[in-house]
């Protein structure tokens, strides 16, 4: 029986999410990254809420640095549509660099909006193709 990961001590939930890192797809990495960029701008969204800058501008920081593998890990000449996409990924980085900047919340909320149906379509594609082999499945979505 394995223990639910909220309950495993820090040690533990490292290796947990090391081991989930390491042995997932392409595809399920990619909605891993989305996930936590997601929640990265929950956090600063909340911390800029509650008055902390310092916690809100780390948020970000982490946002950014995922932002930034997202466009450097992006193959732009395996699909028509990935010039469209590292374009928005330069908008993207440029929101954040704005959200740390300025006390609205409405860049980091801009970036959520974006953000939220990549992480779906991710999503569904990692779902489709789970079990799927490298050379006829996951890979070949989009």
């Known amino acids: 029986m394995s223990l639910p990961v909220a309950v495993l001590p820090g040690e533990a939930r490292s290796a947990y999410a ?14 891993m ?10 956090r600063a969204e909340a911390a800029r809420a509650e008055g902390e800058g310092g ?8 946002a950014q640095t995922i932002v930034l593998e997202l466009s450097s890990s992006l193959e732009t ?9 590292l374009s928005l990924y330069g908008y993207l980085s ?3 660099a704005r959200a740390t900047t300025e006390e ?9 909006r974006l953000v939220a149906p990549l992480a779906e379509a991710w999503r569904e594609a990692a ?16």
């Open 18 to 31: 090391r081991d989930a890192v390491l042995s997932a797809s392409p595809a399920r990495l990619l909605v």
């Open 33 to 42: 990254l989305y996930d936590r960029l997601l929640l990265d701008l929950a």
């Open 55 to 62: 916690r809100a501008v780390a948020e970000l920081f982490h």
């Open 77 to 85: 000449g395996r699909w028509s549509g990935a010039a469209g996409l």
């Open 94 to 96: 440029r929101l954040i």
């Open 104 to 112: 609205s919340a409405e860049p980091i909320r801009e970036c959520a």
């Open 127 to 142: 779902s489709a193709g789970a079990g799927a082999t490298r050379t006829g499945g996951i890979d070949d979505v989009g």
